[in-house]
């Protein structure tokens, strides 16, 4: 299951309805917080957005502590140069939903292979 951690709670809808459409079991969380309080759910991937961390003051250094697998969404290139400095998959938005399954895909074969 993929736990999506989206400021924007409408791009976080749009996304969990294409996952499921793929078949794909997906939650989408308001906020890092309501993430935590449910890790024990067994996620196998999160996908959380640079504002949801940068807006609440977390520093982007919190993903590298992430148990599970994580792709970051954002519109910032010094966020995507950052990610890429730590071995952290990013998406730059604006992005295509076939780029966002077909990058999701990507991260999940990447892994299992782990």
């Not at 890790?39 to 991937?45: C, F, V």
Request: net charge negative.
């Amino acid at each position: 299951m993929i736990a999506l951690v989206q400021d924007n709670n409408d791009l976080a809808y749009v996304l969990e309805k294409f996952l499921e459409m793929e078949h794909i079991d997906a939650t989408s969380f308001p906020s890092m917080l309501h993430f935590n309080l449910q890790r024990s759910q067994g996620y196998e991937m999160l996908v959380v957005s640079s504002d949801s961390i940068i807006k609440v003051g977390l520093p982007l250094e919190i993903l590298l502590g992430s148990p599970i697998p994580t792709i970051v969404t954002t519109a910032y290139d010094e966020v995507a140069d950052w990610c890429s400095e730590h071995d952290i998959s990013c998406l730059l938005l604006p992005f295509t939903l076939h780029r966002f399954l077909k990058f999701l895909h990507h991260n999940q074969a990447q892994a299992l292979q782990a």
